[in-house]
């Protein structure tokens, strides 16, 4: 039969099913690998995703997840990018049993598992995107600081095309994992399930009284509480902005709107400036 034999020598075009191999794949190792930071490797595949991501300049149309830049230097070395090589380290067996997949497909990918093994909504994904050289690195500075205002905030989000409910919404990935001193510099975990995707960063951020820290550590916030907590200043400016305020409230008080809000944001950011072929998203289903 000419047609089958046609089909088994043809290139390999992945499915929708091959990308849900993909996904169970990058799940079964999050549940193997669990002897990290707070038991999962969760939270900083979503920081990869989002930094592979956030790059983008919507001005010049450069950067964005397409390409997968952070493999090279100078971009693996940027600061902001401290530590996410253990997001890129445990993803590369994955890429050997997968390697028809892309990086910035894979690592966008893995953000979206990330996401949903977390208990998080479901994030409709396409794959579309194709490896680049070291010559399309994007420069140092184009991910947010930390130590700044909501001026700030608007300037790099505002780059990359998101308003400020959507820049709200995605700072709420913040309700996972921690900051490490040896990488940023900051210290400890936003809330008290560092590895579940709830709305209690914005929760904490409206109901708790945080105060300076009192270390030799870059200056950040602590809740009055227990003391064992932290905000960022970017992360204090969504409730001293009152625009970005009302955004925080409507979270803290309805975690079904963060959750539908979150996921149209995360969807967007991991698809800036990737030249897709293709309309149709994915949705993955989760494990049990
Ligand atoms: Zn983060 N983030 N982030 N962020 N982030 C850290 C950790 C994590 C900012 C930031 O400077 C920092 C978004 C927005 C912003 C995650 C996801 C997302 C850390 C700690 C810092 C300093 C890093 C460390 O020491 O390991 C700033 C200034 C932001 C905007 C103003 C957005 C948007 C995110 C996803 C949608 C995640 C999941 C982490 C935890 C990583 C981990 O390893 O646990």
């Known amino acids: 039969n000419g047609d089958v034999s046609a089909k088994a020598t043809g290139p390999f075009v992945p499915a929708k099913e091959d990308y849900q191999n993909v996904y169970n794949e990058i799940a079964r190792l999050l ?24 790059t983008y300049d919507k001005e010049t149309g450069t950067g964005g997840s397409n390409g997968a830049t952070m493999r090279f230097a100078p971009e693996s070395d940027h600061g902001a990018n401290a530590g996410l090589k253990y997001a890129r380290d445990f993803l590369e067996p994955v890429k050997e049993k997968f390697p028809w997949i892309s990086y910035g497909d894979l690592w966008t990918l893995a953000g979206v598992v990330a996401i949903q093994e977390m208990q998080g909504p479901a994030i409709p994904w396409r794959p579309g995107r194709q490896d680049r050289d070291v010559s399309a690195c994007t420069p140092d500075g184009r991910l947010p600081d930390a130590s700044k205002d909501q001026k700030h905030i608007r300037a790099i989000f505002g780059r990359m095309g998101f308003d400020d409910r959507e820049m709200v919404a995605l700072c709420g990935a913040h309700s996972l994992g921690r900051a490490h001193t040896d990488r940023s510099g900051y210290d400890g975990p936003w809330d008290f399930s560092p590895t579940v ?68 944001a995360y969807v967007k950011l991991l698809e800036l400036g990737v030249p897709f072929t293709t309309e149709e998203r994915f949705v993955f289903k989760s494990s049990e």
């Open 31 to 54: 549940v193997e690998k669990d002897n990290y930071d707070d038991g999962s490797y969760g939270p900083v595949l979503v920081r990869l995703a989002w930094h592979a991501s956030g």
């Open 197 to 264: 995707f709830t709305n209690e960063f914005f929760r904490l951020l409206v109901d708790e009284k945080w105060g300076w820290k009192k270390w030799n550590g870059p200056a950040q916030y602590t809740d009055n509480t227990t003391k064992t907590l932290m905000m960022l200043p970017t992360d204090l400016a969504l409730v001293k902005d009152k625009e970005f305020k009302k955004h925080v409230e409507r979270y803290a008080k309805d975690s079904g709107v963060f959750f539908q809000e979150f996921s149209d």
